[in-house]
């Protein structure tokens, strides 16, 4: 069964301290993991795709990177309308359904 | 407004009753995914369609549980007899269903609160 692990569960930074979420997986076949935001009440908000080991994508403060066994979300400089969900999913070989883990709640303090 | 669209938002209903939620998807979309997500919790898989084919379903979609998508455009998800464990966030997606890796496109969800 495909399992996903997101650490910590909740962070609080200050604006500007860097840190980074890890995503630990367990997946036949990965074919691709997913980073989502999301906000209070709202559905997930896609940011990126990796598909294999070694891959990095980059979108503003965000930098997502990949390992065989797990992914960091990297933050640098946040800002308070950072403060999100995010989660992490990952795209079997065999079917269609996503796996998501339960998230890190990201808190950034002005 | 090209992105997902779900109604109600909210619903709220007494336990024993049916409710019915729907999904309209990006236009050009062929597959159509149903989760739900309680608080704390991520997304979990309930059911997909390509274009009008329901292909899988989760075990935690029970006999009370249906949904459809007529014709591969728009989504009903029915649940009947509600308990109060079905009280969750009901997210609806979308993808291309061009095949590989697809990004799923998410509508606000419907938030159902069983009393």
């Known amino acids: 069964e495909d399992q996903v692990t997101q650490s910590p569960e909740a962070l609080r930074l200050q604006e500007g301290e860097s840190s980074s979420l890890n995503c630990s997986y367990t997946?036949?076949?990965?074919?691709?993991l997913f980073w989502y935001r999301q906000d209070p009440g709202k559905g997930p908000e896609f940011l990126f795709t990796?598909?294999?080991a070694g891959e990095e994508k980059e979108k503003e403060r965000l930098k997502a990177t990949l390992t065989k066994k797990e992914s960091f979300l990297h933050i640098t400089a946040p800002k308070p309308e950072d403060s999100a969900t995010y989660l992490c999913a990952v795209h079997p070989g065999s079917n269609y359904k996503l796996t998501f883990g339960k998230g890190t709640l990201l808190t950034v303090n002005p | 407004d090209t992105g997902v669209s779900q109604n109600p938002r909210h619903k709220i209903t007494k336990r024993g009753q049916n409710v019915t939620f729907r999904c309209d998807p990006i236009s050009e979309h062929n597959r159509l995914y149903w989760y739900r997500q309680t608080l704390g919790q991520g997304p979990e898989f309930l059911t997909y369609f390509q274009n009008e084919a329901q292909l899988e379903k989760s075990r935690l979609l029970s006999d009370r549980f249906s949904a459809e998508r007529p014709k591969g455009s728009f989504s009903t998800l029915e649940i009947q007899r509600t308990e109060q464990g079905d009280s969750a966030m009901y997210l609806c997606?979308?993808?291309?269903?061009?095949?590989?890796?697809?990004?799923?496109?998410f509508g606000s969800g419907t938030q159902l609160s069983v009393l």
């Open positions: 990796l598909y294999s």
């Open positions: 997946v036949s076949g990965l074919r691709g």
């Open positions: 997606a979308s993808s291309s269903g061009t095949g590989g890796v697809e990004k799923l496109f």
